[in-house]
């Protein structure tokens, strides 16, 4: 295996020790010891046989084949885990450009992403695991006829449909009209199923490996299921956020300094707000892009209430160097010889001193290098944290019953003879 690919993901909680009161910590730690997760945990998150795989893999190559742009329809956790992989990996030259729909009631989105596909080919992948969502399955209906009248018959051959139940309408209408379809494994919920055929088939889509993607999470999941907090980053991680949780920094700020993983940052934000969110408890998430996002949030970390901690995801090695321009270097009165990989971590270490110093709590989690195997790996390190979060605050993590009526609600409320 490539050296690359032995480095681990690290946690750091230096930034936070001044902050704990050691009662929290302990109280955490009680909370965990009395009722650890297993070890295998999250095994049913990977779920996997050779054959699923090779037939995804297939499904993918045919999609490369025929499309220039990929229309990915769904919502939630039906959306979220394939763009943060396939905004953080894409290489434009290596697949389709993959345009997002299915999200939204917004006819002007829709109408902005018809307008977008002209004189490119096309293929359309519509995910949703109930089959019955609102705004995935109008989307679907729209996106249907468009590919109809643009290729006939043809047509049936360019959309895929992933489901999980053959009673929701998506998967009957896709029976129906002879579209390959993928299932979802019934206990795996949206937002856990990053590594089912919901997002695999369109990573492998967009070009990007995912036998190197499961890899890494297999791996992370058998590094982060053990019980021993202290040689396990994933729970050192959860327990911390836990005992500041309690001690009132109910606030979690997820950063990163790479905009290419701003959308881990809301895969995760779906993950934990909705496993967690339950009975009154619950962290609030923020995902933040620095340093863009400091020229606002800069004045609240700063000046606004002590409730808050920083989680930063930081990139260790940036796979592309690039050196500064020397004239505006000078004018700012740098080495000649820096670069901007220098100038992101100087300022993202500054800036992480400086919010501590403010009163923000700061813990740091390291990925090693931008690739498909490390990101397996880093959804499956906040998969087992979301999990033992979910099991210190006492709740199930596997539910959502605020979003699941808000769908009931949606549906009926659409209704004409209510
Ligand atoms: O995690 C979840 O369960 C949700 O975020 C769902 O993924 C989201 O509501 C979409 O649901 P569905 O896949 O049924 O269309």
Same mark, same amino acid.
Not at 43 to 70: G, M, N
Not at 160 to 188: E, N, R
């Given at each position: 295996?490539?050296?690359?690919?032995?480095? @681990?993901?690290?946690f750091?909680? %230096?930034?936070?020790?001044?902050?704990?009161?050691?009662?929290?910590? &302990?109280?955490?730690?009680?909370?965990?010891?009395?009722?650890?997760? =297993?070890?295998?945990?999250?095994?049913?998150?990977?779920?996997?046989?050779?054959?699923?795989?090779?037939?995804?893999?297939?499904?993918?190559?045919?999609?490369?084949?025929? %499309?220039d742009?990929?229309?990915?329809?769904?919502?939630?956790?039906?959306?979220a885990?394939?763009?943060?992989?396939?905004?953080?990996? &894409?290489?434009?030259?290596?697949?389709?450009?993959?345009?997002?729909?299915?999200?939204?009631?917004?006819?002007?989105?829709?109408?902005?992403?018809?307008?977008?596909?002209?004189?490119?080919?096309?293929?359309?992948?519509?995910?949703? @695991?109930?089959g019955?969502t609102?705004?995935t399955?109008?989307?679907?209906?729209?996106?249907?006829?468009?590919?109809?009248?643009?290729?006939?018959?043809?047509?049936?051959? &360019?959309?895929?449909?992933?489901?999980?139940y053959?009673?929701? %309408?998506l998967?009957?209408?896709?029976?129906? %009209?002879?579209?390959?379809?993928?299932?979802?494994?019934?206990?795996?919920?949206?937002?856990?199923?990053?590594?089912?055929?919901?997002?695999?088939?369109?990573?492998?889509?967009?070009?990007?490996?995912?036998?190197?993607?499961?890899?890494?999470?297999?791996?992370?999941?058998?590094?982060?299921?053990?019980?021993?907090?202290? @040689?396990?980053? $994933?729970?050192?991680?959860?327990?911390? &956020?836990?005992?500041?949780?309690?001690?009132?920094y109910?606030?979690?700020?997820?950063?990163?300094?790479?905009? $290419?993983?701003?959308?881990?940052? +809301?895969?995760?934000?779906?993950?934990?707000?909705?496993?967690?969110?339950?009975?009154?408890?619950?962290?609030?998430?923020?995902?933040?892009?620095?340093?863009?996002?400091?020229?606002?949030?800069?004045?609240?970390?700063?000046?606004?209430?002590?409730?808050?901690?920083?989680?930063?995801?930081?990139?260790?090695?940036? =796979?592309?160097?690039? =050196?500064?321009?020397s004239?505006?270097?000078?004018?700012?009165?740098?080495?000649?010889?820096?670069?901007?990989?220098?100038?992101?971590?100087?300022?993202?270490?500054? +800036?992480?001193?400086?919010?501590?110093?403010?009163?923000? =709590?700061?813990?740091?989690?390291?990925?090693?290098?931008?690739?498909?195997?490390?990101?397996?790996?880093?959804?499956?390190?906040?998969?087992?944290? $979301?999990?033992?979060?979910?099991?210190?605050?006492? $709740?199930?993590?596997?539910?959502?019953?605020?979003?699941?009526?808000?769908?009931?609600?949606?549906?009926?409320?659409?209704?004409?003879? @209510?």
């Amino acid at each position: 295996m490539d050296d690359g690919l032995v480095r @681990k993901i690290l946690f750091d909680s %230096a930034g936070a020790v001044e902050f704990l009161d050691p009662e929290a910590w &302990r109280s955490a730690l009680a909370r965990w010891q009395a009722e650890p997760l =297993p070890a295998q945990a999250l095994s049913w998150l990977i779920d996997f046989d050779e054959t699923e795989l090779a037939h995804i893999e297939e499904l993918a190559e045919k999609i490369r084949q025929q %499309a220039d742009a990929v229309v990915l329809l769904g919502v939630g956790g039906s959306q979220a885990g394939a763009k943060a992989i396939i905004e953080a990996l &894409r290489e434009p030259q290596k697949g389709p450009e993959i345009i997002y729909a299915g999200h939204n009631f917004s006819g002007h989105y829709l109408q902005n992403v018809l307008l977008s596909l002209a004189g490119k080919e096309i293929a359309v992948i519509a995910v949703s @695991k109930s089959g019955n969502t609102a705004e995935t399955l109008l989307a679907f209906g729209v996106f249907r006829q468009y590919m109809k009248e643009r290729y006939g018959e043809g047509a049936k051959d &360019r959309i895929y449909v992933i489901s999980g139940y053959k009673t929701g %309408a998506l998967g009957k209408l896709a029976q129906k %009209a002879g579209y390959a379809q993928l299932s979802i494994p019934p206990q795996v919920g949206g937002r856990y199923s990053i590594f089912t055929s919901v997002a695999l088939l369109p990573i492998a889509a967009a070009g990007i490996d995912i036998r190197s993607f499961l890899a890494g999470g297999v791996a992370g999941m058998a590094s982060y299921g053990g019980e021993q907090w202290s @040689k396990n980053p $994933c729970l050192q991680y959860a327990l911390w &956020r836990y005992s500041l949780y309690r001690q009132g920094y109910q606030n979690e700020l997820w950063v990163t300094w790479e905009p $290419c993983l701003s959308f881990f940052g +809301t895969w995760w934000r779906q993950l934990f707000v909705e496993s967690e969110s339950k009975d009154g408890e619950g962290d609030y998430p923020v995902v933040a892009e620095y340093s863009n996002d400091l020229h606002y949030l800069g004045q609240y970390l700063k000046e606004g209430p002590r409730n808050i901690f920083e989680t930063v995801v930081w990139l260790a090695e940036a =796979p592309l160097i690039l =050196p500064l321009e020397s004239n505006t270097a000078a004018i700012i009165g740098m080495e000649p010889e820096a670069n901007w990989a220098f100038v992101n971590e100087q300022v993202m270490q500054k +800036t992480r001193e400086v919010h501590r110093q403010a009163g923000v =709590p700061q813990l740091l989690i390291t990925l090693p290098h931008l690739n498909a195997y490390h990101l397996g790996e880093l959804a499956a390190f906040f998969a087992q944290a $979301c999990l033992v979060g979910a099991s210190l605050l006492g $709740c199930d993590p596997l539910s959502q019953p605020a979003v699941d009526t808000y769908k009931d609600q949606v549906r009926e409320l659409l209704k004409k003879d @209510k």
